[in-house]
């Protein structure tokens, strides 16, 4: 049962239960359990959260209810605004090359995993962006913005040095990410050419405001034994650009916790974004632009659909 946050106006608010079609407010039928807790934090009531043993109650409670009684407590879809699940992460932690096809469709030689690491990068918060809500294509560079579907980790625990092996128990929830990346990014086309241009014109082609949609909702990590096994799809206009599974990484889920906390202490909240596959619209000649809608979907989590304007 997946968790999302929402906003109906600005005064109504809260943690909802993801059906889809619909959002369950928790709030809603708390009153239904003895001693309700709640909290506006999502993360509290996932794994590692102060309210993890409360929320499966609610969801007990929630099943034990008829259809007719859940659709009372519902509020459809479109009544909603549907928000990022994090709001503040302290962190938005990015892999660039963690599938294979994806490295060889730009021309790059994938290496075997024992012979390389990951490569991670970091997005500003500028970048998060809602589901629903527009990837907005920058005047400084309008021509080359892409789409790259991504697993999206929710770190629940504070975690350094995990072992591999112990790594998914630092996870609370995973949702959808679309990285989004202007692949041609030039500041200053007049410049004068410096060794580590192309560097940094990559790295801040990762930078442009709303450039990281996420959502539309968390699934629960225990609801998510093996996050190496779940079907991606990526539509542009209902049209499929990806078609892969999180099965392909190079990396797993468990290796990257792991290796990024060998260095870097990783918060409750902190988002690792784990890297895309193949089928990015820049080997194809495909660039997004006004009033293309783009569509990231993610088995069990759900659909992160958002309009470029």
């Known amino acids: 049962m997946r968790l999302c946050r929402y906003r109906i106006d600005e005064e109504r608010s809260g943690i909802g239960i993801y059906l889809e079609q619909s959002v369950v407010p928790v709030d809603a039928f708390t009153a239904l359990l003895r001693n309700p ?11 590692g959260g102060v309210l993890h043993d409360s929320w499966h109650k609610l969801r007990r409670r929630l099943d034990e209810l008829s259809p007719e009684a859940v659709e009372f407590l519902s509020v ?30 730009g021309g790059g030689k994938a290496e075997e995993r024992a012979k390389t690491f990951p490569y991670v990068f970091m997005k500003p918060i500028t970048t998060l962006n809602n589901p629903g809500a527009p990837i907005r294509i920058p005047a400084v560079s309008p021509d080359n913005i892409d789409w790259e579907l991504e697993l999206g980790v929710i770190i629940g625990r504070r975690c ?11 996870v609370a929830g995973y949702t959808v990410v679309n990285d989004i990346s202007d692949r ?24 442009h405001d709303t450039f990281c949609p996420m959502g539309p909702c968390v699934l629960p990590a225990d609801d998510c034994p093996d996050p190496q096994s779940l079907k991606m799809t990526l ?19 468990a290796a990257i916790v792991s290796f990024v906390s060998s260095f870097v202490t990783l918060e409750p909240g902190d988002i690792i974004s784990t890297g895309t596959p193949d089928g990015v619209g820049h080997p194809k ?13 993610i088995e069990g989590i759900g659909v992160l659909r958002n309009p470029v304007e």
């Open 76 to 105: 459809p879809a479109d009544q909603v605004q549907l928000l990022a699940p994090i709001p503040d992460p302290s962190k938005i932690l990015l892999l660039a090359g963690n599938y294979s096809k994806h490295i060889e469709e």
């Open 184 to 207: 041609v990014f030039k500041p200053n086309p007049e410049r004068n050419q410096r060794p580590k241009d192309v560097f940094f014109d990559w790295l801040h082609g990762k930078w």
């Open 160 to 170: 350094h040095g995990v072992s591999e092996a112990d790594a998914l128990d630092y």
């Open 285 to 297: 000649g495909k660039h997004l632009k006004p009033g293309d809608v783009v569509e990231a979907e």
């Open 37 to 47: 807790r709640l909290s506006a934090n999502v993360l509290d009531y996932l794994p």
């Open 235 to 253: 539509k542009v206009n209902g049209q499929v650009e990806q078609d892969a599974s999180t099965a392909d990484m190079v990396f797993p889920v």
